[in-house]
């Protein structure tokens, strides 16, 4: 079984993400979402929160979970006998940044775990969760950024 990781702290979950959810869930057998927790962010929606945004936007994907974790990915993957981890790319950037990142994930976990980039749908790569929780602290319209689940 081909198994994936997308983790992240989806705080909120963005359209984006669910482009690459979406696609990632018809590539793997099994995806999961994992809400990377760390203590030294500061989050706007709560773990439980963040949690009831994603279930409710992959409830039609069948073979995609929602969980949460400590610690680093790789050991998560290992844990969840996975692959695959899965990221997302919406400009340049994010591929220097995150290009590093999947390279020191490759050394430390042995060669055992893949990297998969998918590229974020042109007319969804503006969207991040940042910008989405910047709308919403002015009182703008956040909802055509988000999953419909994804109501504050």
Avoid: W
């Amino acid at each position: 079984m081909k198994t994936a990781v997308f983790p992240g702290s989806f705080d909120p979950i963005t359209l984006g993400h669910y482009d690459i959810i979406e696609r990632a869930s018809a590539l793997f057998d099994k995806l999961i979402i994992a809400i990377g927790l760390n203590s030294q962010k500061k989050y706007m929606f709560p773990l439980e929160k963040r949690i009831e945004f994603l279930k409710n936007s992959v409830a039609n994907l069948p073979n995609v979970e929602v969980d949460c974790f400590e610690g680093l990915t790789i050991d998560y993957c290992f844990r969840k006998n996975a692959q695959f981890i899965v990221r997302g790319l919406r400009n340049p950037s994010d591929f220097e940044f995150e290009k590093a990142i999947a390279h020191t994930n490759r050394t430390l976990a042995h060669k055992k775990l893949e990297t998969v980039f998918l590229l974020t749908s042109s007319g969804k790569s503006f969207i991040s969760s940042s910008i989405v929780r910047e709308i919403i602290n002015h009182g703008g319209e956040y909802e055509l950024l988000v999953p419909s689940a994804v109501r504050v």
